[in-house]
T-cell receptor, first 112, second 117 residues
Framework: GEDVEQSLFLSVREGDSSVINCTYTDSSSTYLYWYKQEPGAGLQLLTYIFSNMDMKQDQRLTVLLNKKDKHLSLRIADTQTGDSAIYFCAEMNSGGYQKVTFGTGTKLQVIP | DAGVTQSPTHLIKTRGQQVTLRCSPK?????VSWYQQALGQGPQFIFQ???????QRGNFPDRFSGHQFPNYSSELNVNALLLGDSALYLC????????????????FGAGSRLTVL
């Protein structure tokens, strides 16, 4: 079955880089995602990567995928206080439908 | 262009009652998925609707049911509410699988927060 794991908490200083890590078990994952959730809000898609890619960069965000180790990371450059939120790693399997499995989320705290 | 809209935003029910949550998908989307997010947890897949039929279901009991209408909007019904059903219920819409690059991107609504007392 599918399982996605993340560390629960990360604290960084404003201006530093943040790296949030995720591991997943489903070798048939087709897409892997990073979502952001602010308090009391829904999920905002930050970025995603297709499983045949190993890196994707989008402004301050860099996603690295190691498919062999089933490891995904999200790097946020020049982290700002507005980046404080919970970040969810998620994967979509290749079963023909669009079921997305989420991790438990990493709470990012940015210290001014 | 409106995104995914959900109603109500908050509601309180008592054990044993029934609840209906509503979702309007993003314009142009035809597939609706529902997720349950308990406090401190990641969203859990409940089910997905396409062409007014349930296509896939997660590990949820039959007390959870749904419907999709011809205009692609959807409802989630939960019967015989339990305290453990208290959660944020998220609706996500997308294009159907195979419809192109947009099919792999889910757009989420802000959710309906259900409290069961």
């Amino acid at each position: 079955g599918e399982d996605v794991e993340q560390s629960l908490f990360l604290s960084v200083r404003e201006g530093d880089s943040s790296v949030i890590n995720c591991t997943y078990t489903d070798s048939s994952s087709t897409y892997l995602y990073w979502y952001k959730q602010e308090p009391g809000a829904g999920l905002q898609l930050l970025t995603y990567i297709f499983s045949n890619m190993d890196m994707k960069q989008d402004q301050r965000l860099t996603v690295l995928l190691n498919k062999k180790d089933k490891h995904l990371s999200l790097r946020i450059a020049d982290t700002q206080t507005g980046d404080s939120a919970i970040y969810f790693c998620a994967e979509m399997n290749s079963g023909g439908y669009q079921k997305v499995t989420f991790g438990t989320g990493t709470k990012l705290q940015v210290i001014p | 262009d409106a995104g995914v809209t959900q109603s109500p935003t908050h509601l309180i029910k008592t054990r044993g009652q029934q609840v209906t949550l509503r979702c309007s998908p993003k314009s142009g989307h035809d597939t609706v998925s529902w997720y349950q997010q308990a406090l401190g947890q990641g969203p859990q897949f409940i089910f997905q609707y396409y062409e007014e039929e349930e296509r896939q279901r997660g590990n949820f009991p039959d007390r959870f049911s749904g419907h999709q209408f011809p205009n692609y909007s959807s409802e989630l019904n939960v019967n015989a509410l339990l305290l453990g059903d208290s959660a944020l219920y998220l609706c996500a819409s997308s294009l159907a699988a195979g419809a192109g690059s947009g099919a792999n991107v889910l757009t989420f609504g802000a959710g309906s927060r259900l409290t069961v007392l």
